[in-house]
């Protein structure tokens, strides 16, 4: 999907009335924020490697994580061309402009690195939650086996980003390693489409073949 088809067919949608299709990406690319305001959350295509470095221009250094993105603009340019490149990546846009982008690296690995970045602007509002569900739902898509991140043991937010969406800490040495295997119901629970996730206890449209299943995901926060 690009931006422009995105846009198209998302502008004006009430997703309130969704129950999916067979044809939807793994997670629905519709998202309402902490303060209501709509987002799309959209696979990243070449065309954005200047949006991103144009957002990732705009951290500042008490911004960045294990020295990401990298502070000069040739190797900011540089290694989002490589993750374009070799991860599959999302961003999270609103209103033409790119405000976060997450992805999971390398694509052939059973157990890829997930990292999310999300602009200063746009923090605390949900949308780092939402891009980690997005990676989550296209890892498990992709029959990946689990994926696992590395995050500053100081770094209480992004923990509690990281534990709401499942993953738990399975090794501590310097930074903390997490890991979410993609077995458990959390990667099934996250393609839902809108309105199972939020009314129904039980999915309105199988989501994989002969699947089904019941509960809730986490509230998005």
Known sequence: ???????????????????????????????????????????????????????????????????????????????????????????????????????????????PELAVFVHPDAQDRGVGTELCRHVIANAAAADREGIELHVETGNRAARSVYGTVGFEVVERRGDLRMRLDLDDSIATEVRWPPLAREGPTEPLVETTPGGSGAGRSPADD
């Not at 067979?22 to 990243?44: E, I, L, S």
């Open 1 to 111: 999907m690009t931006p422009d088809t995105a846009s198209v067919a998302c502008d004006g949608w009430d997703e309130s009335e969704c129950e999916g299709t067979p044809h939807c990406p793994p997670r629905c690319p519709r998202f309402v924020d902490k303060q209501g305001a709509r987002w799309t959350v959209r696979p990243a295509v070449d065309a954005d490697e200047p949006r991103l470095v144009e957002m990732y221009e705009r951290f500042d250094r008490g911004d960045r994580a294990q020295g990401l993105p990298p502070v000069s603009r040739r190797r900011r340019v540089e290694w989002v061309r490589s993750m374009l490149a070799e991860g599959n990546n999302v961003v999270a846009e609103r209103d033409g402009a790119v405000f976060g982008h997450a992805m999971y690296t390398p694509t052939d690995a059973p157990v």
